[in-house]
């Protein structure tokens, strides 16, 4: 069992930063690949980034490519994202995802993947 709990989300203005936090509890965190996803009002929830649980790859939707940043910390069982030139359109409720099984970078993309979810965090970009 894992537990997830996002923090850093806010309201910013576009081309601001934000670093987006997930805290994991459960002994397996380490071997799980996480993902975040985000769903905007009126949209369905869309993946924005995966990191495998080594952290060797990564993956991310062509819409935040070169502008986000996905991280971990094993030993903090902590998740980033790392948020740059925000936009308005990437406001959305954000949330932390964890999956036991070593997807590739198709299924990494779904949200069928992951067995386990936080319970989202607001990220407002006014423009």
């Known amino acids: 069992q894992v537990q997830l709990v996002e923090s850093g989300g806010g309201l910013v203005q576009a081309g601001d930063s934000l670093r987006l936090s997930c805290a994991a509890s459960g002994r397996t965190f380490s071997r799980n690949t996480m993902g975040w996803f985000r769903q905007a009002p009126g949209k369905e929830r869309e993946f924005v980034a995966a990191i495998s649980w080594l952290g060797g790859r990564t993956y991310y939707a062509e819409s935040v490519k070169g502008r986000f940043t996905i991280s971990r910390d094993n030993a903090k069982n902590m998740v980033a994202l790392q948020m740059n030139s925000l936009k308005p359109e990437d406001t959305a409720v954000y949330y932390c995802?964890?999956?036991?099984?070593?997807?590739?970078?198709?299924?990494?993309?779904?949200?069928?993947?992951?067995?386990?979810w936080g319970q989202g965090t607001q990220v407002t970009v006014s423009s």
């Open positions: 995802a964890a999956t036991t099984r070593a997807p590739d970078i198709h299924t990494s993309t779904l949200e069928a993947t992951y067995d386990y």
